[in-house]
């Protein structure tokens, strides 16, 4: 397993939430969503510009710009 | 308990939680949409009855938790906590239980009495998703009612069993859940101080009060200093305390960890015999089949495009009827009236201040209604998130967001728009800062009443190329909007952009009572508010343009012209006889124009608007336009004495326009970039007012004009230097 940030998850990509890195308002916002530590997730795919990101956590899909998904660490499987 | 007495139950949940069907569901046409006082947030109300009993609903607004970060969420816990409702019903989306219930919990802290509608149980079916709601409720300890908005199913049950638990008079028993050793001891600390102090414990459960300074609540630790100063800085210390132990050993902090632990409790809620999964098809399956096409790279945003041109295409051509039948009556009521009314300035106003200004707010309303039946079919079915997602990395470079391109649209992105139903469509973003620069700046689109004058403008300077001008006038108005948008940005709503963090709800298919009764109450409001401002507005206008009356002697010359006419007149044909009395009424209309208020306004400014070309008859015209913008063209009709000309007719304004030599391409230009920037017309600013405070819209009118003004002075002087004019 490799702690990497969201942003550099490719499309179709599992992994698990690590750390939400933020505080304040985003931080709290992340966490009410429900991106606590060890939920699983999946990276449903990005926007045409690439920017924002969809991932499916918890049987919803959610949007996050990539600035705010610098903030979410993920446990994925080691890279290739 | 008197039983005639209303219950007042409220409505609480996630957004696309089904919350607003079951609100309508439940109430049908009872219902009363007004304001939280002070602030935007839509409050419902609605009625109902259960056993003779009156039940009064009140409608939160959707939100995923109750911090004091959003004023939506403020607003929900503050009714909360100060209204007090006998009991909430917690609308939960049964195929989304973990985050839905993470309302119900803070709902529970609260101590409110709760029950639960598992709301869209049929699409958790569908999902393969078996909810043992007895069990749940057992657990929960509250009621649980399985019901399906759409289609009213449970909602008789549900009331039964809310009007049961408001007829308890229950006392507020708040949840109480561990946070871990790391939280516990301290919070039952802070409980005790602030139980001993007796410190909001009124209203206010203290393990919730203490929860809160350890969240770190804004809002409730300013009203806790106001209070007690002594008692919330020794709390304060305490939450500092454990939050600078959880950063040195957990590296987190005591929100972070209240939010898992939460999580936890919903976890082990839903641990064996709550929810069984059996491996059926997927809603969110065909959502993504859905998104694969619609989102698609290369697709998505070709189809974006479509989507959007179709839904203007059908406000701007289903409207088009009404409106012209609304004209036409009003016209007819203007002539009635015309033809009824003794001359004089009685006549006058009730004919061109009255008639004409209810007809100016009235004559909208189909286009309102068209608009927002097209907006609540792409909002409700989950499309405009999409669009949200798609352009929110454009929109954001200017400080805006992703959904502000709906408003852009509707106000003339595409030539021929509105802007009132453009204002009225930013009620769609969520976001504050980024909403107010959409809101101010979607005025500058090229509206309906804006093109017919660029029209009349464009045929007398540039006949050669009209359809290149008038798209460069497309792209003129939407970089000035997204520049000045961005210089707002940064300059008086300067500020971080909002997170994001949008859910992207599966596609649903709206029901056509939805989306009716979301249509007529923002379309009724319109009528109500603006109606009566713009009225008022239009009044004054038609004063300014018609007093001081001419002075008898000036009149007598007009007069005695008449007469001589008429009585040369034998020898001449009728017809040329009429053009002739027609021509001297023109000269007299003109007359009483620059001899009127706004006449000599127009004439004052001349010392300013000489930086642009503009001479005593353009400004009068661009006063009146304020009023509406396709005035513009009348006045200018009036100012260059060839007559009232309605719409539509304006050829002899602009072959006169084009024969004239103090004008010149340039000029005409410079006055089309004043056209296009300068104040919104008075039924914009009223509902810019009504969609923030009147402050805005007073800003929206002298910052509107300045920009237009400069920009316009810079084009002349500037074109005038390189030898254009």
Known sequence: ?80 | MNPHRETMIALAGNPNCGKTTLFNAITGARQHVGNYPGITVEKKEGYCQVNGRHIQLVDLPGTYSLTAYSLEELVARNFLIQDRPSAVINIVDSSNLERNLYLTIQLLELGIPVLVALNMVDMAAARGLAINSEELGRRLRLPVIPTVARTGKGKEALLEAAAQLGQEDAVWEPLHISYGPDIDPVLDTMEAQIRAAAFFTDSLPARWTALKYLEADEEVIRKGKEKNPVLSSKLIELAEQVTQHLQKTLDSYPEAIIADHRYGFIAALLKEGVVKHSHKADRLYLTDQIDRVLTNRFLGPILMMLIIFAAYKFTFTYSKAPVAWLEAGFSALGRFADSSLPPGPLKSLIVSGVIDGVGGVLGFVPLILFMFFAIAFLEDTGYLARVAYMLDRIFRTFGLHGSSVMAYIISGGIAGGCAVPGVLATRTLRSSRERLATLLTAPFMNCGAKVPVFAMLIAAFFSAKQAQVMFLLTILSWAAALLIAKLIRSTILRGPSTPFLLELPPYRMPTFKGLLIHTWERAWQYIRKAGTIILAISIIFWALMSFPALPETEKKIYDEARASILAGGEATQGAGLTARLQAVDSEEAQATLKNSIAGRIGSGLTVITAANGFDWRINVALLSGIAAKEVIISTMGTAYSLGQSRRGEDTPLSNRLAADVSWSPLKAFSLIIFIMLYAPCMATITCIIRESTWKWGLFSFTFNTVTAFIISALVYRGGVWLGLG
């Open chain 1, 1 to 80: 397993m490799a702690v990497v940030p969201l942003r550099r998850m490719t499309k179709g990509q599992k992994g698990i939430i690590h750390r939400v890195t933020a505080s304040g308002e985003i931080g709290r916002r992340l966490l009410d969503m429900g991106l606590v530590p060890g939920t699983p997730f999946q990276v449903q795919g990005r926007a045409p510009l690439k920017d924002p990101v969809a991932i499916r956590i918890r049987s919803f899909t959610l949007m996050l710009r990539n600035s705010e998904s610098d903030f979410i660490e993920a446990e994925v499987e080691e890279v290739s």
